[in-house]
């Protein structure tokens, strides 16, 4: 089956190789041509030199937003035949989504919103969490190729996984920088982070901050996750909308948003999320690391 793939980031350069090595015959496009080249290279996938070498039965986004997901479709949609299925794997508004479903079915086209949640170690292994939304044909069409990435949760129709995947990842914002925030505290009594993290864990208090990003991206020093704070922060405001949309108590979001704000305006453009630690730590005037791991702040 052949399947098109726009975006080779960090993400979708490991999820066009699964699919090839899952059987798929996968022609890829991105704007970075060095990207194209590498992928090209892996066996079951064929470089496209433009965005209409993308049209397949099924075609697969991996882009940073939905503004970008619809350049790809304006030029794509009129070169799919009828039937054919258009799939957002990226994180876009709800709202984004739903228009663009409008457009793609004047031309007998489906889109289906499958954002991913996991590592870009989990997409090359094919274990990503995927949020699929759409009508019950479309998902059972989509998840012959979503299936090879990882586990598909079917969450609603059409807009409803791109909401999830932003309220998610607001959750995700807050626990990150509740579990920093209260580190930081810990060092200031003579705690040791290591040791803090080992309690944490094995307390109520864990969560999918404390198990992986403190220990394995901000304690080593790395701050490389592979998910930027831009990209983390656009969730944000979108599950924050959402959150005003629908009305009721958004303290917690309302905070979060307000703080990775503040920290995208301090960091470097290209920091990635976890770097809002690093942040934290200039705020309180300590480091959580241990010297030994501590890496030179960037400037910018």
Known sequence: ??????????????????????????????????????????????GASDI?????????????????????ADVLLPRLGPGSLLVDTGSSAPSDTLKLGRVAADHGVTVVDAPVSGSPAAARAGELTLMAAG????????????????????????????????????????????????????????????????????STGRNHASQTKLPDHVLSGTFDSGFALRLMLKDIRIAT?????????AAFGTACGELWEKAFAELPGNADNVEVVRWLEGVAGRDLRPATAVRPRQEG
């Open 1 to 46: 089956m052949r399947v098109g793939f726009a975006g080779l980031g960090s993400m979708g350069g490991g999820m066009c190789r699964r699919l090839a090595d899952r059987g798929f015959d996968v022609t890829v496009f991105d704007i970075d041509r060095e990207a194209v080249r590498s992928a090209d290279r892996h066996p079951g996938i064929e």
């Open 135 to 202: 009508t019950p044909d479309a998902l059972d069409r989509a998840e012959v190729v979503l299936s090879a990435l990882g586990r598909v949760h079917r969450v609603g129709p059409a807009g409803a996984g791109h909401a999830l995947k932003a309220l998610n990842n607001l959750l995700s914002a807050v626990n990150l920088a509740a579990v920093a925030e209260v580190m930081i505290t810990g060092r200031a009594f003579g705690l040791d982070p290591a040791v803090m993290l080992e309690v944490i864990n094995a």
């Open 52 to 72: 209409p070498g993308l049209a397949a039965p099924v075609v697969v986004t991996m882009l940073p937003d939905g503004s970008a997901v619809r350049q790809v």
């Open 241 to 249: 909308s959402l959150q005003a949309e629908a009305g009721g108590p």
